[in-house]
């Protein structure tokens, strides 16, 4: 498995900390955000992230600022993306498997390293259900490009 990773400003250290937990867990990962000083805004490592995810290159992407608003709201903006913005790991889970969410974000300034983890993880373990999601899931994709629903 391949994932992207960003963050900006409030989150470098942290950044770094959830890298070597995916990569403890085998997983190859893609640092769109280089470690400048200061890094990159948040728009510029959403899209980034974004981009990849959406082209396939990666399977999914792991974004963190401050609040995790920014980065789900720049990722969310490319088409293809499923950004959540989580805080605990229920949503993170629920996030994929009801609603197949290929980025996940949080904020660095508001979750623990260690509930970070456990987020991550909680997404990454789960799957997409498929089933009953896919017609609602699909109807987002509609919205994206520029379709009408209901
Ligand atoms: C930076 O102050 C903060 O606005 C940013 O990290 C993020 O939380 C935005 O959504």
Redesign the pocket.
């Known amino acids: 498995m391949k994932l992207a990773i960003g963050n ?1 400003h ?1 989150t470098p250290e942290m950044k770094e900390q959830i890298k070597s937990h995916l990569e403890a867990r085998g997983i190859e990962v893609i640092d769109v955000s280089p470690n400048t000083s200061p890094p990159p805004p ?1 728009p510029v490592s959403g899209y980034k992230a974004g981009k990849l995810v959406a082209e396939g290159s990666v399977d999914g992407g792991v974004l963190l ?3 995790g ?2 980065m789900s709201l720049a990722a969310n903006k490319i088409k293809g993306v499923r950004a959540c913005l989580c805080s605990e790991p229920f949503t993170a889970r629920l996030s994929k498997q009801h609603n197949n969410a290929n980025v996940i974000t949080f ?1 660095g300034r508001v979750v623990g390293l260690e509930m970070a983890k456990t987020i991550v993880d909680a997404w990454l373990d789960a799957e997409y259900e498929g089933g009953r999601h896919i017609e609602r899931v699909d109807m987002i994709t509609v919205i994206e490009n520029g379709g009408v629903v209901g």
Do not use: E
Request: glycine share 34%; with cysteine.
């Open positions: 900006d409030t948040y600022c401050g609040t608003v920014g904020g």
